[in-house]
């Protein structure tokens, strides 16, 4: 995407299992028609005849990403998740039957299937109070999506989480840290290795 | 709001994006032009790389070739040099 920026066109071979990554990569750095060439996955296993017939049918794909006038064989119908929602309201209605409710937050992907409990505004407001911030305050951006993390973002997903608002300074630290630059978020997100994050407290 | 609803606040974070053009496509043909091949360091990423630029050289005449590689997927180190020494860039990238 630095690459096309700078005016130089380019094709980005993937494979399969890391198109849907891609094109939400794309999308979310604001390049939503990023040239990507589909091959099978995975490549890396691959002995080295299988590899080149892989190739040989990836060529024109390719080329026609790279030379004018040639067709356009985008991959960019295939589905992209949409975890992160695109709606600006400050405050939406759901339904109230809990059912009904966790079924909507589920088909939003606002829950890896674990119950969750809704972010009411006196829910949410009891959260950022035990911050002592301003709701309005940005903690950072939060790869690979770039979502803004508010304290109020932050304090609605600690609510569905089930989090005792006296603990919520400790979320917001935990933030702060994972944004550090050394942390690699991004790279944490993002890779198909097996990492979580984990956090220890000490103290009293 | 009827009974059955109740109000929350949207979870979801409003993102910051700045929309990128995608380069113009000038190029007719690769004939005699320097194209970047860009590998994520996974493995094969390099070979597979290797067979597309065979590929190309028995297509055109002249082409020039420039392997890099990049070692995560935050690392830009060698995006300068391609950027002023290449006219297209081939990427490669995922397991």
């Known amino acids: 995407m630095k690459l096309e920026s700078t005016g130089i066109p380019t094709a980005t071979v993937v494979t399969e299992e890391f198109l849907p990554l891609a094109l939400t990569e794309a999308r979310s750095r604001g390049m939503a028609d990023l040239p990507l060439i589909r091959v099978p996955h995975p490549v890396g296993t691959l002995a080295a005849d299988s590899l080149r017939s892989v190739a040989e049918r990836a060529v024109d794909s390719i080329l026609a990403q790279l030379v004018c006038g040639k067709a356009k064989a985008s991959a960019s119908s295939a589905a992209v998740p949409s975890a992160i929602g695109d709606d600006s309201n400050l405050t939406l209605t759901v339904p109230s039957d809990p059912a009904e409710m966790f079924r909507l937050f589920d088909e939003r992907g606002w829950t890896d299937g674990l119950p969750v409990l809704p972010p009411t505004p006196a829910a949410v407001e009891r959260m950022i109070a035990a911050s002592r911030q301003e709701r309005e305050i940005v903690l950072g951006i939060i790869p690979p999506l770039k979502g803004i993390a508010t304290i109020e973002k932050i304090a609605a997903n600690s609510v569905m989480a089930g989090c005792l608002p006296e603990y919520f300074p400790l979320v917001l630290a935990a933030v702060k840290g994972m944004l550090r630059p050394g942390y690699n978020l991004d790279g944490v997100q993002t890779t198909t290795g097996n990492v979580a994050p984990l956090t220890i407290v000490n103290g009293p | ?95």
């Open chain 2, 1 to 95: 709001m009827n009974q059955d609803q109740i109000e929350i606040i949207n979870p979801t974070a409003m993102r910051s994006v700045r929309q990128t053009r995608l380069a113009p496509r000038r190029l007719e043909s690769l004939r005699g032009r320097r194209i970047g091949l860009l590998d994520n360091n996974k493995p094969n990423a390099d070979k597979f790389l290797g067979y597309i630029g065979e590929l190309l050289k028995a297509r055109y005449d002249g082409i020039e070739l420039v392997a890099k590689r990049k070692m995560s997927r935050t690392e830009a180190d060698c995006l300068p040099e391609l950027s002023s020494d290449c006219e297209a860039v081939i990427n490669a990238f995922a397991d």
